[in-house]
């Protein structure tokens, strides 16, 4: 069976109705439909940006989480860890291609100093470094 084949048999509508339940069912399927909306050009500039704050809302919040945990227990699964530095990388690159609002910096370092005065997450150096790449400004 190929899916290629029976796709190209469904009538629009039923592809459409198909589509909307896949990304709506999970959310890793409607990230990609957004990505690949972006890097063919559909997103107006407004769609864009609340693409990328969503982005980062979600990216930052969980590492947040994983580092206050790892505060709470002094450390903490390295998958947890990966995924911290994955979603924090991903995070300061939507800061640095200028996709997010100057308003996040400032949001960013007062979270992440909170877990950084911790100091029990074993994540303190990283924190300094993305509080450095972070604050472009004195004022920051």
């Known amino acids: 069976m190929n899916i290629r084949t029976i796709l190209k048999r469904i009538p629009h509508d039923d592809l459409l109705e198909l589509i909307m339940r896949?990304?709506?069912?999970?959310?890793?399927?409607?990230?990609?439909?957004?990505?690949?909306?972006?890097?063919?050009?559909?997103?107006?500039?407004?769609?864009?940006?609340?693409?990328?704050?969503?982005?980062?809302?979600?990216?930052?919040?969980?590492?947040?989480d994983i580092i206050s945990e790892f505060n709470m227990?002094?450390?903490?699964?390295?998958?947890?860890?990966?995924?911290?530095?994955?979603?924090?990388?991903?995070?300061?690159?939507?800061?640095e291609e200028g996709k997010l609002p100057d308003e996040c910096r400032k949001e960013m370092i007062h979270e992440l100093m909170e877990q950084y005065l911790e100091g029990n997450s074993g994540f303190d150096d990283a924190i300094w470094d993305w509080i450095e790449r972070i604050a472009c400004e004195e004022a920051h």
Do not use: C, T
């Not at 990609?32 to 930052?60: S, V």
């Open 22 to 64: 896949l990304i709506q069912s999970n959310k890793k399927p409607q990230e990609k439909a957004l990505h690949f909306l972006e890097n063919k050009g559909y997103l107006n500039d407004e769609e864009l940006a609340q693409k990328h704050y969503n982005e980062y809302r979600e990216k930052f919040a969980e590492a947040i």
């Open 73 to 95: 227990y002094g450390g903490g699964p390295e998958d947890d860890e990966d995924r911290a530095y994955e979603n924090m990388e991903q995070v300061l690159s939507l800061l």
